[in-house]
């Protein structure tokens, strides 16, 4: 398809982890990005994984990456309040950036 | 180091009335993003400067929509005319160049009635 792919909402428990999937569209894409966005502010750069890895790590983040199904996820170990937001997942294809639509992850105290 | 800064922040106008939009990129980001993201979708671009020269622009109305960046370092979007479905946030990002990070300002919250 010509689009990136991600379920819509998440909801998890604060403490526990939280794991965000991802579909893109292109096995060229060259990077691929996670941004998180709060209410009323644009989006942030979380992390990114460059297409010839498997696995990223960064403190609580780590993302992991299929290449052969397209497959991007995010995983947020030690799930905090302050990490409700919406999750956008990204990639890019040449000097463009394309965007799926955002998993809003909800953290219940 | 400033980030990168818009304004309005919030516009109310009616339909078939005209909106501008002011952009500020962070100082020596060569390439900057419109943005137009409408509520539960992601951000679509609708048109990206390297400098002041335009690199793609292929999903920007044109019939409505036009954008500028003089001198390569601001930039405005604007509409005229305006119609309800133009009702979005619309977000401009900077980046050392387009295969850097891309940094994003607040946003222009924008309701056509």
């Known amino acids: 398809g010509e689009d990136v792919e991600q379920s819509l909402f998440l909801s998890v428990r604060e403490g526990d982890s939280s794991v965000i999937n991802c579909t893109y569209t292109?096995?060229?894409?060259?990077?691929l990005y996670w941004y998180k966005q709060e209410p009323g502010a644009g989006l942030q750069l979380l992390t990114y994984?460059?297409?010839?890895?498997d696995m990223k790590q960064d403190q609580r983040l780590t993302v992991l990456l299929n290449k052969k199904d397209k497959h991007l996820s995010l995983r947020i170990a030690d799930t905090q309040t302050g990490d409700s937001a919406i999750y956008f997942c990204?990639?890019?294809?040449?000097?463009?950036?394309?965007f799926g639509a955002g998993t809003r992850l909800f953290v219940k105290a | 180091e400033a980030g990168v800064a818009q304004s309005p922040r919030y516009k109310i106008i009616e339909k078939r009335q005209s909106v501008a939009f002011w952009c500020n990129p962070i100082?020596?980001?060569?390439?900057l993003y419109w943005y137009q993201q409408i509520l539960g979708q992601g951000p679509k671009l609708l048109i990206q400067?390297?400098?002041?020269?335009?690199?793609?622009d292929s999903q920007l109305p044109k019939d409505r929509f036009s954008a500028e960046r003089l001198k390569g370092v601001d930039s405005t979007l604007k509409i005229q005319p305006a119609k309800l479905e133009d009702s979005a946030v619309y977000l401009c990002?900077?980046?050392?160049?387009?295969?850097?990070?891309?940094?994003f300002g607040p946003g222009t919250r924008l309701t056509v009635l």
């Open positions: 990002a900077s980046s050392l160049d387009y295969r850097y990070e891309q940094f």
């Open positions: 292109d096995s060229s894409s060259t990077y």
């Open positions: 994984i460059f297409s010839n890895m």
């Open positions: 990204a990639e890019r294809k040449g000097f463009k950036t394309i």
């Open positions: 100082s020596g980001h060569a390439t």
């Open positions: 400067f390297q400098n002041n020269g335009v690199v793609d």
